[in-house]
């Protein structure tokens, strides 16, 4: 379970928006805004898994 999760860009906003049953949930249009919504939202010690669907010969 998580406690927060943060999702960008349009690719799968949509899926994960209606299936991810978390309470608090950040949907960002793109990375811009990414690293202040980090610092606003976690402290250290908090642990954060980065995920992509990048495919692997990019």
């Known amino acids: 379970m998580f406690d ?3 999702v960008t860009g349009s690719l799968n906003a949509e899926l994960f928006n209606k299936n991810l049953k978390v ?8 990375k811009s805004v990414l690293t202040d ?4 939202q976690t ?3 908090d642990i ?5 669907d990048a495919p ?3």
């Open 4 to 6: 927060i999760v943060i």
């Open 23 to 30: 309470k608090n949930k950040i949907m960002l249009a793109d």
């Open 37 to 40: 919504v980090l610092a606003s």
């Open 43 to 45: 402290k250290a010690g």
């Open 48 to 52: 954060i898994l980065f995920a992509n």
């Open 56 to 58: 692997n010969f990019i």
